[in-house]
């Protein structure tokens, strides 16, 4: 076989290649060792621990691995109730959903969502929603006034499936405090006050754990209530 006078340097640098791969993957090996739970890509998320750069990715990787979402919350200490899968043929089946395991008070009470939805509920409402209602209202929120998580329908109408048609939505109407005031998203989003700034802080928290966030901002149809879902698409209006 005729050498030629490249080959040596090209060998030379496939070899370099493949050693400084071999070392980065030893390297992330290593690391991945003797990461503390909460920076491990692996394990399931701590609900209840202040959240860090890793939560929101794993919150996502749940839509994925329903499992890695009970895992969550067993991994939390959080109980949840699980409700029996229904199967659809047009679209609006349930599946891995589990009752709200909310600690505030639902109105109505005990709503159906997905294991995602619920993950992402419990870390905005310890994270977001409360931290904005001290902010903005010197208390925290009891309770939330909801329109519903579940129903078989399309969006705004036309041909394509609401998040709401698989329990992977929930529409929230008002806050309600410790004192037992209420806040609601119909009569105070327009105005300029402390329960104003509340709902908008609320609204942009949100945004973090939520897919799709909307808002009165985005259009009539929202002038009464905030829409958070786990769905596909990105957006917070």
């Known amino acids: 076989m005729t050498r ?17 791969a071999v070392a980065f993957l030893g390297a992330v090996a290593l690391l ?36 890695a979402c009970f895992a969550a919350f067993a991994a939390s200490a959080i109980p949840v109730t699980r409700v029996p899968d229904r199967p659809s043929t ?7 959903a589990v009752r709200l395991p909310s600690v505030l008070r639902t109105i109505p009470a005990s ?43 399309n969006i705004g109408g036309g041909t394509v499936r609401s998040q709401h048609a698989t329990a992977n939505a929930i529409d929230i109407a008002g806050f309600i405090l410790r004192d037992g005031r209420e806040v609601r998203v119909a009569p105070d989003w327009p105005g300029s006050g402390r329960d104003a700034a509340f ?5 942009d928290a949100a945004c973090r754990w939520f897919r799709v966030v909307l808002s009165p901002d985005y259009d009539a149809a929202h002038r009464d209530h905030f829409h958070l879902d786990m769905g596909p698409w990105s957006s917070c209006r």
């Open 4 to 20: 030629h006078a490249g080959d040596t340097p090209h060998i030379r640098r496939v070899a370099r290649v493949l050693l400084i």
């Open 111 to 153: 709503p159906t969502l997905s294991c995602p939805m619920a993950a992402a509920w419990t870390m905005f409402e310890r994270h977001g929603l409360q931290a904005a209602a001290r902010t903005h209202l010197g208390q925290e929120v009891a309770g939330i006034r909801h329109l519903g998580t579940q129903s078989c329908r």
């Open 32 to 67: 991945a060792r003797f990461l503390p739970p909460a920076w491990h890509p692996r394990t399931p998320v701590d609900l209840t621990a202040a959240p860090n750069w890793l939560a929101a990715s794993k919150l996502a990787w749940m839509r994925q691995d329903p499992e």
């Open 199 to 203: 709902l908008r802080a609320v609204r």
């Open 90 to 96: 047009t679209g609006c089946e349930t599946e891995n």
